[in-house]
């Protein structure tokens, strides 16, 4: 049986790499732990607590480079790391998915990288058995800690959940549940953003939130009518307005849609539909 323990990074399309790494490392102060070029694409990975993100300058022609000129700057897809990939591999390809390699080539290794495809799944995933050859800190590193963005950065981050929108609910949480294991956690209506929620758990490290716009003029109504899929990354913090007085210092316009959460301008944020609260999911 396969497990997904953690994620891998949360991959971001940007226009200028240098200037997207000067971004997160000005507002969330993250660990870069990895700068490299694969095949014309620039990348770095940025460890915020638990959560990594990954700013990409894509490629022309490559698949990211068409995401970019389609949508601009924005959240790309998720990477979960995974636990007997072959078994994965197996339950994708027995619901049907066609699945790739790190070169869209058709996936004949298993230990290559897993990727599912636009439109087949409900946002674009990318699976990876972790190795030490990636050099990850928080799995390589036996002193990694996460105390340092809980405890002493403003922000306070205790953790984050994943936010795709989509209009086929029952086709988004089915394949969560049924393909990849998940569990549901919790159903509800988030007024705070305009959509019906439901919380899917893939361990104890990964939630995904299958949302669905309520109302037209909310921020996943807009993200869906564009085509996006991969919506937000929420973050929990511990103190809210300390960290709305960080994020506002910086120059990041925010609104309170609601007690106890804060969202950003993605204007502000290179496209990125970013939020905070200090509620944790199962009072949402």
């Known amino acids: 049986m396969f497990a997904l323990p953690r994620v891998f990074h949360v991959s971001h399309v940007v226009d200028d790499l240098d200037g997207a790494v000067a971004w997160y490392e000005r507002v969330f102060a993250p660990r870069v732990w990895q700068r490299s070029e694969l095949f014309g694409t620039s990348l770095a990975l940025l460890a915020v607590g638990d959560v990594v993100f990954m700013p990409m300058e894509p490629a022309p022609g490559s698949g990211p480079g068409r995401f970019r000129s389609r949508f601009g ?32 080539q058709p996936l004949e290794d298993p230990l290559d990288e897993i990727w599912t495809q636009p439109r087949e799944t409900p946002m674009v995933f990318e699976f990876f058995e972790p190795r030490p050859s990636m050099a990850d800190p928080r799995l390589e590193e036996p002193d990694w800690s996460t105390r340092y963005w809980s405890d002493e950065h403003p922000l306070g981050l205790q953790g984050a959940h994943y ?50 716009p309520e109302v037209g003029d909310c921020a996943a109504a807009e993200d869906l009518a564009a085509g996006g899929a991969f919506h937000a990354v929420t973050f929990r913090v511990t103190d809210l307005d300390r960290a709305l007085a960080h994020l506002e210092a910086n120059g990041i316009r925010t609104h309170r849609p609601a007690p ?9 944020t290179l496209g990125v539909q970013l939020r905070f609260t200090d509620r944790a999911v199962a009072t949402w």
């Open 163 to 212: 936010t795709l929108v989509t209009a086929e609910e029952a086709g988004a949480v089915g394949f969560l549940v049924d393909v990849l294991g998940g569990t549901v956690v919790r159903r509800s209506l988030v007024e705070a953003y305009g959509t019906r929620s439901t919380f899917v758990s893939l361990s104890d490290a990964v939630v995904v939130e299958v949302a669905v």
């Open 260 to 268: 106890g959460h804060i969202a950003l301008d993605p204007g502000d």
């Open 73 to 104: 700057e924005r959240l790309h897809s998720l990477a979960l790391y995974v636990e007997g990939p072959v078994e994965l591999i197996g339950r994708l390809e027995g619901a049907g998915l066609r699945l790739t390699g790190h070169r869209g």
